[in-house]
């Protein structure tokens, strides 16, 4: 329940959004993000299009990390950054960047 109201929070108070499809986010981002931001909480799905969710948050907003795929293969990572304003935005896109494979994000 708690993950789900974390995720859609930004989606009801309007928050700038972000996002981008890449290749699966390696364990060396994934330690980077955990080293740059607060963890909140991983979900795990099974089914046809199944995967893991990380989710990570700072003052200035949220990123969520998805990777999935299909018949047990990780595939492709969904990232969706949220922020409360563009500057905002702006100062997780530089720490984002920091990343070995940074998100291209675009605004949707």
């Known amino acids: 329940m708690f ?8 989606l009801v108070e309007e928050w700038v959004r972000f996002q981008a499809q890449e290749k699966p986010i ?25 995967g893991i969710t990380h989710r990570f948050e700072a003052p200035e907003g949220r990123i969520v990390v998805g990777n999935y795929g299909s018949e047990g293969t990780i595939e492709s ?3 969706y950054v949220y922020a409360k ?24």
Not at 36 to 46: A, L, V
Not at 93 to 100: D, S, T, V, Y
């Open 85 to 108: 304003s563009l500057d905002d935005f702006r100062k997780l896109e530089r720490e984002l960047q920091r990343c070995k494979a940074p998100p291209s994000l675009y605004e949707t």
């Open 77 to 79: 990572a969904d990232w």
């Open 26 to 50: 390696s364990d060396i981002d994934l330690g980077y993000l955990r080293s740059m931001f607060r963890e909140g909480p991983t979900t795990y799905t099974s089914a046809c299009f199944s």
């Open 3 to 10: 993950s789900r109201l974390w995720d859609f929070q930004p």
